[in-house]
């Protein structure tokens, strides 16, 4: 067992990912898809530039759930335009 001189959580994450192969540990945790949504957050940073307009929390919020609707509305038009769905 290894031994930890930090946290326990990484501790337990280490024994977790040990018990494991790796293919099945990344599948369970879900490890690797940080790139779909790093991809996405670029695409929308392109698309609608890399600031709001809205200065108060609240509508700045909004603003950024707006631009996501739009650019998942355009990524299903896609993916149907291809026939994906």
Known sequence: MPRSRGSQARKLAVIEQQAFKPKAW???R???YRWR???AFS???R???EYVIAKKFVNV???MAM???IYNWFIKAMAQ???HV
């Open 26 to 28: 990344s599948r369970i």
């Open 30 to 32: 879900r490890f690797g």
């Open 37 to 39: 949504v790093e991809g």
């Open 43 to 45: 695409v929308i940073k």
């Open 47 to 49: 698309v609608f530039g």
């Open 61 to 63: 919020a909004k603003e």
């Open 67 to 69: 631009k996501a609707s």
């Open 81 to 83: 335009d291809r026939g």
